[in-house]
């Protein structure tokens, strides 16, 4: 599961030109930096123009009695659920960061990031709710860097595949089922 991550311009010439373009366009609407929670508002990359865009979106999909959201969709079955189906096929995303965040058996908050970059790229899918723009982030089994700490991960896009994952129909179920890459981590 992926319960939060960061989202911190200041060390990523990459996430620094998502939010240059994304000012371009949203003209001083508020997002959410650093620690991001459910339901904070956040740079999101969708395809426009036959490119991937920055855009605003919530974070969660609201849960069906409106108590609460969905944050998460487990890349496994995510054909097979209802909530998900239509958006794997038409809405695939990018959820920029710099890491997420896991907690060990000890309850210590740990940082996992991508070795030798300040941007993580994580696989999402979004839909509209009421006008709303909203997402959930892909997950994974965790892979032998993170599984002492939990059995869960999101679903890493390396850089390089970011325009395949959001406009290739024809790579969507390998990518589901692929073993992210290995990630480093750091006790903050």
């Known amino acids: 599961m992926c319960g939060r991550y960061n989202f911190t311009v200041e060390q990523s010439d990459e996430l620094r030109e998502i939010i240059e373009k994304l000012n371009a366009k949203i003209h001083g609407k508020e997002y959410k930096s650093g620690e991001i929670f459910p339901t904070n508002q956040v740079p999101l990359l969708v395809g426009e123009d036959n490119q991937p865009s920055p855009v605003l979106s919530i974070w969660g999909f609201p849960k069906f009695d409106n108590k609460g959201v969905i944050i998460n969709a487990r890349s496994e079955t995510v054909f097979e659920k209802r909530t998900f189906r239509d958006s794997v096929i038409n809405r695939r995303c990018i959820i920029p960061s710099s890491g997420f965040y896991e907690w060990d058996s000890e309850k210590r908050k740990i940082m996992f990031r991508l070795d030798g970059t300040n941007a993580l790229y994580m696989a999402g899918l979004y839909n509209y709710y009421q006008d709303e723009l ?30 395949r994952w959001i406009f290739d129909d024809k790579v969507t179920m390998d990518i589901l089922h692929r073993v992210p890459p290995n990630l480093v981590r750091e006790v903050v």
């Open 134 to 163: 909203r997402f959930v982030i892909l997950t994974t089994s965790a892979n032998e860097s993170i599984n002492d700490v939990h059995h869960r991960m999101p679903l890493v896009i390396p850089k390089n595949e970011i325009d």
